[in-house]
């Protein structure tokens, strides 16, 4: 069983409507959890991380939560654009690893 | 501002064939990765190179050798290739094995398959 489990797999929404992606983990000791978006055909590329005292993060458009007791974090995108179509990968670190979930894959559609 | 390049794009190999991908960074990292991202997983770690000089095995390793040429290049070997590695193969750099919390930057993938 990954480590880290994202949900949805993947999800469709239209211009403009926000959305929220999940991930669970079971990583431990905790270091931090980064997000990734990766773009059809190119390399993960960070939107935000959070290590074990933050709760919340946000960069432009996407906002990032986490729950560390619960170990779980939220990726929450406002006023979706066609642009952030693509998939959303959460990485957590340990002591000595990274362990990848398998994303979401976000189609937004006009 | 090229960041982390890799070299071919795509590639198709026949079964017992050998290849070297090859990647190269330009922003003066010491740490340096190769992953594998297949369908519905998780990118898994092949090996990596926390400095210049020094190589570790990941997750997955077998089947894969990796030369640290210098600080800019790390190379990933398939010496006789097999369908399983058919995959996306990404390098990635960060600066410094010590402060996890930099992030890592990708290439943008060797797509290789092994028929």
């Known amino acids: 069983k990954n480590q880290v489990e994202q949900s949805p797999q993947s999800l469709i929404i239209l211009e403009g409507k926000n959305c929220t992606l999940q991930c669970n983990y079971t990583v431990s000791p905790f270091s931090n959890l980064r997000w990734y978006k990766q773009d059809t055909g190119r390399g993960p590329v960070s939107l935000t991380i959070m290590t074990f005292s933050e709760n919340t993060k946000s960069n432009g458009r996407y906002t990032a939560t986490l729950d560390a007791d619960t170990k779980q974090s939220s990726l929450h995108i406002t006023a979706s654009q066609l642009s952030d179509s693509a998939s959303y990968i959460c990485v957590v670190s340990g002591n000595n690893d990274m362990r990848f979930g398998a994303g979401t894959r976000l189609t937004v559609k006009p | 501002n090229a960041g982390v390049t890799q070299t071919p794009k795509f590639q198709v190999l026949k079964t017992g064939q050998s290849m070297t991908l090859q990647c190269a960074q330009d922003m003066n990292h010491n740490s340096m990765y190769w992953y594998r991202q297949d369908p519905g997983m998780g990118l898994r770690l092949i090996y990596y190179s926390a400095s210049e000089g020094t190589t570790d095995k990941g997750e997955v390793p077998n089947g894969y050798n990796v030369s640290r040429l210098n600080k800019r290049e790390f190379s990933l070997r398939l010496e006789s290739a097999a369908p399983s590695q058919t995959s996306v193969y990404f390098c990635?750099?960060?600066?410094?094995?010590?402060?996890?919390?930099?992030?890592?930057?990708f290439g943008d993938g060797t797509r290789l398959s092994i028929l």
């Open positions: 990635a750099s960060r600066e410094g094995p010590g402060d996890r919390n930099q992030p890592q930057h």
